[in-house]
């Protein structure tokens, strides 16, 4: 009886994640959208990875002493690697807050499988069947209606939110890690990649932070308004996420894991909504409605499962 009880909490503790996952990517957005103008998007970025490497250093340093030599042989495609997911994507999440909402973040982000679906395409040379064709078509014309605000004019005028446009970029960024970790996988434990992602990452993202500390946006005041937002930026979407995520893969697999990515966007409207006053249009809705379609077609057919951390 001890082996069927253990799978079945297991089996739980994946479910309930799982469901834990998308929350804290949401709140990844609305958070960030709280804060921005506290504190600048790059010192958001910088600290919330140095106290994420901070709490996982004492446990992933054996894992990198350990594994130096396959480190040291494949340092370029880390490099890589950390600069599209820890450097860049969330940095522009973070720039894209200043001037869009939490719920436009959510909505694109939640775009991350189209994305990777199309490089993989392009860059791979993945076939995609007719039924995902129109699934990424679907869920591009929904980002365009989030992006238009449902004003066509917005589109041809060019007067689109430059959040929305950075949010697009960071989404990308995101693809092509995802895309290259699958073309240039590196053989170490999650825990020894997760940290030396980080590490890297933190190290990329350092001149560009002093940059922007000395010459443009500066630094903040150290408060418990802006300690608290770093530390939930750090624990929740930046160890926990990854963590449960990956336990949720292993489970139950990355078809039914990737479902509950849809729910990121309906959690940030209802906390964006009671946190930040936010209100949902009609553009939200068919742009969502557009983006969860196109989502379902495209993702019909199985892929080899990817290391999210896209919040």
Sequence with gaps: ??????????????????????LFWAGNAVVARGTVQDIPPLSMSFWRWVIALAVLLP???????????????HLGSM????????????????????TTTA????LINATIPIFVALLAWLMLGDRTRPIQALGIGLAVLGILVVIARGQLSVLTGLQAQPGDLIMVAAVFSWG???????????????LTFLTIQILLGTVIILPFYL?????????????RDTALPLLYFAIFPGILAYAFWNHGVHTIGPGGAAIFMY???????VLAGVFLGESLGLFHIVGGGLILVGLLLATRVKRPAFRKGGG
Excluded: C, K, W
């Excluded at 009886?1 to 469901?19: C, D, E, K, N």
């Design 176 to 190: 092509l890690f995802s895309v290259l970790l699958r073309r240039q996988a590196v053989p170490l434990p999650a």
């Design 59 to 73: 446990f992933g340093l054996p894992g990198i002493l350990r594994h130096r030599h396959t480190i040291r042989q």
């Design 211 to 223: 940059m922007d500390l000395f010459f443009f946006a500066g630094g903040f005041e150290v408060s």
């Design 103 to 106: 719920t436009n973040i959510a």
């Design 79 to 98: 490099v890589a690697l950390a600069t599209f997911s820890v450097a860049a994507f969330n940095s522009l999440l973070y720039y894209a807050a200043i």
């Design 263 to 269: 729910l990121t966007p309906v959690y940030a409207s």
């Design 1 to 22: 009886m001890a082996a069927p009880q253990s799978f079945s909490r297991s089996t739980a503790l994946a479910y309930a994640g799982l469901v834990l996952t998308p």
